[in-house]
């Protein structure tokens, strides 16, 4: 532990770290899976999983916070069945990393789905006249032509994790320690005379992450599209 | 065997023909089906009826269900528009389909690349190759799939004159070095008359006519088809002499005929193309007169034009050719199915490759 942070801002660097990690990889797959069926698949219902993609962006955070409480609160109609197998979401931190991936869900998804459109489907027709499977070509043809839009999704989704507030308050509450992440505690010292310094070095360490996250994405998204674009 | 019947808006397909070893030769105007043919021979399309066989292999046969996936289906396909993938290079490319390939392929990499000539691209990503390098690695990349049966849907057209001059040749040493039969798309009489040893004329969804390129070619009654301008026959010849002027002779099953220097053996078949604009008719053998090239004839059809024109088709030896002339002519020189005429060849072009019959037969 740096001896630049008191032991309350580290942990709280520390979990917005961990739920960011968290959350963006565990919507990745579904993120890929959500954006390819929306980008390519018509189907009876495609624009009301699109709203509900799209809902979080829209809601005030708030709102989704109190759905998510609604729904895997301990009483929750989904909550109360994962409470029995043992799994609780609500004030913990991995509600946060719910919270959190719901809230950044739409952006990844927008993302990956602007990607995939730019793929050429001609080129997936190619690969499988030479033999390859549907999830070969998917694997060896659609993934890496999608790579630059999938790190871009998934650097977005990153850092709306990291500034992720209203929702995983709601949801998660504030507890230092435990579900207290970098936006909660500087909130929270900013409701305490003589709080600002503190909050401010939270601040500089969330610019700070938000900067590195778009500038590393950029490059590699800049390397990938070299390779894509076959010069 | 490829049987298919398909409905579009407005437009309906139907057309049942064979594919023999060679190259059959897919031909018609832009919108006659036969872009959709090949789709659904791929796979990448499935026609509201038909049945599609590759030897032993039903692909399709909508009346029993059976509907292969384009990766079972064993086809080449050379696209258009190539369709390399653009994050892999040349090398990568080309062993795309070798690695879903069964093994123990009879194609290897290294012959491949020699015929093709892409030893030098290799290493190159499709981005930087000129249009005709991109086709021939989507030639090379189809070959190595090891397929059963090359598809080319229009691989030239996208090119321009001086690139399709240069892949021609390439195409016919793969036709003359591989026992794939390949279906050949195109709408350029021209490519046709270079490549095909089987035609099926398409128009308007329908087959018109199937038959050797011979065959189909001398028929007056596809003149309007092909387009007035470029119908014409094909004739078998062979290198007899490489004359000190310059000139090349070429025996025909009609007697011989002088070119311009053409490469090759002697003894080797080429394949003279005279389009039927070309020609003159004489009722006399023609003297002092500067085209070298005279051969007796005799009118086997006739066939008069709505406007101005007629056509004639002629047996030269053993093979039918077409002329164009006018109805005027064939009135003053009192023309009727059996009269002997010369004809006069004022241009003819020449390319490598037997004319030949097809080892299958076309039904």
């Given at each position: 532990?740096?001896?630049?942070?008191?032991?309350?801002?580290?942990?709280?660097?520390?979990?917005s770290?961990?739920?960011?990690?968290?959350?963006?990889?565990?919507?990745?797959?579904?993120?890929?899976?959500?954006?390819?069926?929306?980008?390519?698949?018509?189907?009876?219902?495609?624009?009301?999983?699109?709203?509900?993609?799209?809902?979080?962006?829209?809601?005030?955070?708030?709102?989704?916070?109190?759905?998510?409480?609604?729904?895997?609160?301990?009483?929750?109609?989904?909550?109360?069945?994962?409470?029995?197998?043992?799994?609780?979401?609500?004030?913990?931190?991995?509600?946060?990393?719910?919270?959190?991936?719901?809230?950044?869900?739409?952006?990844?998804?927008?993302?990956?789905?602007?990607?995939?459109?730019?793929?050429?489907?001609?080129?997936e027709?190619?690969?499988?006249?030479?033999?390859?499977?549907?999830?070969?070509?998917?694997?060896?043809?659609?993934?890496?032509?999608?790579?630059?839009?999938?790190?871009?999704?998934?650097?977005?989704?990153?850092?709306?994790?990291?500034?992720?507030?209203?929702?995983?308050?709601?949801?998660?509450?504030?507890?230092?320690?435990?579900?207290?992440?970098?936006?909660?505690?500087?909130?929270?010292?900013?409701?305490?005379?003589?709080?600002?310094?503190?909050?401010?070095?939270?601040?500089?360490?969330?610019?700070?992450?938000?900067?590195?996250?778009?500038?590393?994405?950029?490059?590699?998204?800049?390397?990938?599209?070299?390779?894509?674009?076959?010069? | 065997?490829?049987?298919?019947q398909?409905?579009?808006?407005?437009?309906?397909?139907?057309?049942?023909?064979?594919?023999?070893?060679?190259?059959?030769?897919?031909?018609?105007?832009?919108?006659?089906?036969?872009?959709?043919?090949?789709?659904?021979?791929?796979?990448?399309?499935?026609?509201?009826?038909?049945?599609?066989?590759?030897?032993?292999?039903?692909?399709?046969?909508?009346?029993?269900g059976?509907?292969?996936?384009?990766?079972?289906?064993?086809?080449?396909?050379?696209?258009?528009?190539?369709?390399?993938?653009?994050?892999?290079?040349?090398r990568?490319?080309?062993?795309?389909g070798?690695?879903?390939?069964?093994?123990?392929?009879?194609?290897?990499?290294?012959?491949?690349?020699?015929?093709?000539?892409l030893?030098?691209?290799?290493?190159?990503?499709?981005?930087?190759?000129s249009?005709?390098?991109?086709?021939?690695?989507?030639?090379?990349?189809?070959?190595?799939?090891?397929?059963?049966?090359l598809?080319?849907?229009?691989?030239?057209?996208?090119?321009?004159?001086?690139?399709?001059?240069?892949?021609?040749?390439?195409?016919?040493?793969?036709?003359?070095?591989?026992?794939?039969?390949?279906?050949?798309?195109?709408?350029?009489?021209?490519?046709?008359?270079?490549?095909?040893?089987?035609v099926?004329?398409?128009?308007?969804?329908?087959?018109?006519?199937?038959?050797?390129?011979?065959?189909?070619?001398?028929?007056?009654?596809?003149?309007?088809?092909?387009?007035?301008?470029?119908?014409?026959?094909?004739?078998?010849?062979?290198?007899?002499?490489?004359?000190?002027?310059?000139?090349t002779?070429?025996?025909?099953?009609?007697?011989p005929?002088w070119?311009?220097?053409?490469?090759?053996?002697?003894?080797?078949?080429?394949?003279?193309?005279?389009?039927?604009?070309?020609?003159?008719?004489?009722?006399?053998?023609?003297?002092?007169?500067?085209?070298?090239?005279?051969?007796?004839?005799t009118?086997?059809?006739?066939r008069?034009?709505?406007?101005?024109?007629?056509i004639?088709?002629?047996?030269?030896?053993e093979?039918?050719?077409?002329?164009?002339?006018?109805?005027?002519?064939?009135?003053?020189?009192?023309?009727?199915?059996?009269t002997?005429?010369?004809?006069?060849?004022?241009?003819?072009?020449?390319?490598?490759?037997?004319?030949?019959?097809?080892?299958?037969?076309?039904?």
């Amino acid at each position: 532990m740096p001896d630049w942070f008191t032991p309350d801002e580290w942990s709280a660097v520390a979990l917005s770290l961990r739920v960011s990690v968290w959350a963006t990889g565990l919507s990745l797959p579904l993120g890929i899976y959500v954006a390819f069926v929306l980008a390519r698949r018509e189907f009876w219902g495609k624009q009301v999983l699109n709203g509900l993609v799209h809902l979080p962006l829209i809601l005030p955070p708030v709102v989704t916070g109190y759905l998510l409480l609604l729904t895997f609160g301990r009483k929750g109609f989904v909550g109360q069945y994962l409470d029995m197998v043992g799994i609780v979401l609500a004030f913990k931190w991995t509600g946060a990393v719910l919270a959190a991936a719901v809230m950044a869900f739409p952006l990844m998804v927008r993302a990956i789905r602007l990607s995939i459109e730019a793929v050429d489907p001609r080129l997936e027709e190619a690969a499988s006249t030479l033999g390859a499977s549907p999830l070969w070509v998917f694997l060896t043809v659609s993934l890496p032509l999608i790579l630059p839009g999938i790190i871009a999704g998934a650097v977005l989704a990153f850092a709306k994790a990291m500034g992720e507030f209203g929702a995983t308050i709601t949801f998660v509450s504030n507890i230092p320690g435990q579900t207290q992440t970098l936006p909660s505690a500087i909130y929270s010292f900013l409701q305490v005379p003589g709080g600002d310094p503190q909050a401010f070095r939270l601040v500089l360490v969330s610019v700070f992450v938000a900067m590195a996250a778009l500038v590393l994405s950029e490059w590699v998204s800049r390397a990938i599209a070299r390779r894509v674009s076959g010069t | 065997m490829v049987e298919v019947q398909h409905r579009f808006a407005g437009f309906a397909l139907e057309a049942a023909f064979e594919v023999p070893s060679g190259v059959t030769a897919l031909f018609g105007p832009s919108g006659s089906g036969k872009s959709t043919i090949v789709k659904a021979v791929a796979g990448l399309l499935r026609p509201d009826r038909g049945r599609i066989v590759n030897g032993a292999q039903v692909l399709l046969d909508t009346a029993t269900g059976i509907n292969l996936p384009p990766q079972k289906r064993r086809v080449g396909y050379v696209f258009q528009d190539a369709r390399l993938f653009p994050h892999l290079t040349v090398r990568q490319n080309l062993l795309y389909g070798h690695w879903f390939a069964p093994k123990g392929a009879e194609v290897s990499f290294d012959r491949v690349v020699e015929m093709l000539d892409l030893g030098p691209v290799l290493a190159r990503r499709p981005g930087t190759l000129s249009g005709g390098e991109r086709q021939r690695v989507a030639i090379g990349r189809a070959l190595l799939a090891n397929p059963q049966i090359l598809l080319m849907d229009e691989p030239l057209a996208a090119l321009d004159d001086a690139r399709k001059a240069e892949i021609l040749p390439y195409i016919e040493q793969l036709r003359d070095s591989t026992k794939v039969p390949i279906l050949y798309v195109s709408h350029s009489v021209s490519e046709i008359a270079r490549l095909a040893g089987a035609v099926v004329l398409l128009q308007g969804g329908r087959v018109l006519r199937k038959g050797t390129v011979g065959e189909v070619f001398s028929d007056p009654s596809v003149v309007n088809a092909m387009g007035v301008r470029e119908a014409g026959s094909v004739i078998a010849a062979r290198i007899a002499a490489q004359d000190d002027d310059g000139l090349t002779r070429l025996e025909t099953s009609a007697g011989p005929i002088w070119l311009p220097r053409v490469q090759g053996a002697l003894g080797a078949p080429v394949r003279v193309r005279i389009a039927a604009q070309d020609i003159i008719l004489s009722r006399q053998r023609p003297a002092g007169l500067s085209a070298l090239n005279i051969l007796p004839a005799t009118i086997s059809a006739l066939r008069m034009g709505e406007g101005p024109g007629a056509i004639v088709q002629l047996r030269v030896g053993e093979d039918l050719v077409l002329a164009r002339v006018t109805r005027r002519s064939v009135g003053a020189l009192d023309l009727h199915v059996g009269t002997q005429v010369f004809v006069v060849l004022k241009s003819v072009s020449v390319a490598p490759g037997d004319v030949g019959t097809p080892a299958g037969t076309l039904s």
